[in-house]
């Protein structure tokens, strides 16, 4: 059974950064592109990022683009998501998913594209 849990939500000032932790059980026997959204309350969830199973592919939404970072370490089973330059509207719950299929060369940033979800980490920024 594929379990997500995403790690290092908070709160933090406008301008500052966090780093987002997925951690993905058999990522490493089992690479699958892998894939950050948020939902603010209110609001429909929104792609964020997403990297290939290899890590050499990866998506960005047009709103984080030049400040976010997605980057993936299989050895340890882990997707980061390096977030800088923060900004109010990002605030919401983050989510990380997982592609249905291994080997996933793809990294494009659709939710129908991911089969398997995490429980989710609150990212709140505010003065």
Same mark, same amino acid.
């Given at each position: 059974? /594929?379990? /997500?849990?995403?790690s290092?939500?908070?709160?933090?000032?406008?301008?500052?950064?966090? @780093?987002? $932790?997925?951690? =993905? $059980?058999? /990522? %490493?026997?089992?690479?699958?592109?892998?894939?950050?959204?948020?939902?603010?309350?209110?609001?429909?969830r929104?792609?964020? *990022? &997403?990297? $290939? *199973?290899?890590?050499? #592919? %990866?998506?960005?939404?047009d709103?984080?683009?030049?400040?976010f970072?997605? *980057?993936?370490?299989?050895? #340890?089973?882990?997707?980061?998501?390096?977030? #800088? #330059? /923060?900004?109010?509207?990002? +605030? =919401? !719950?983050?989510? &990380?998913?997982? $592609?249905?299929? +291994?080997?996933?060369?793809?990294? +494009? &940033?659709? =939710?129908? @594209?991911?089969?398997?979800?995490?429980?989710? +980490?609150? !990212? %709140?920024?505010?003065?």
């Amino acid at each position: 059974q /594929l379990q /997500l849990v995403e790690s290092g939500g908070g709160l933090v000032q406008p301008g500052g950064s966090l @780093r987002l $932790s997925c951690a =993905a $059980s058999k /990522l %490493t026997s089992e690479p699958r592109a892998i894939g950050w959204f948020r939902q603010a309350p209110g609001k429909e969830r929104e792609g964020v *990022s &997403c990297i $290939s *199973s290899r890590g050499d #592919n %990866t998506d960005y939404g047009d709103s984080v683009k030049g400040r976010f970072t997605i *980057s993936r370490d299989n050895a #340890n089973s882990i997707v980061y998501l390096q977030m #800088n #330059n /923060l900004k109010v509207e990002d +605030t =919401a !719950v983050y989510y &990380c998913a997982a $592609s249905p299929i +291994t080997w996933s060369p793809q990294a +494009t &940033c659709v =939710a129908a @594209r991911f089969s398997h979800w995490g429980q989710g +980490t609150q !990212v %709140t920024v505010s003065s």
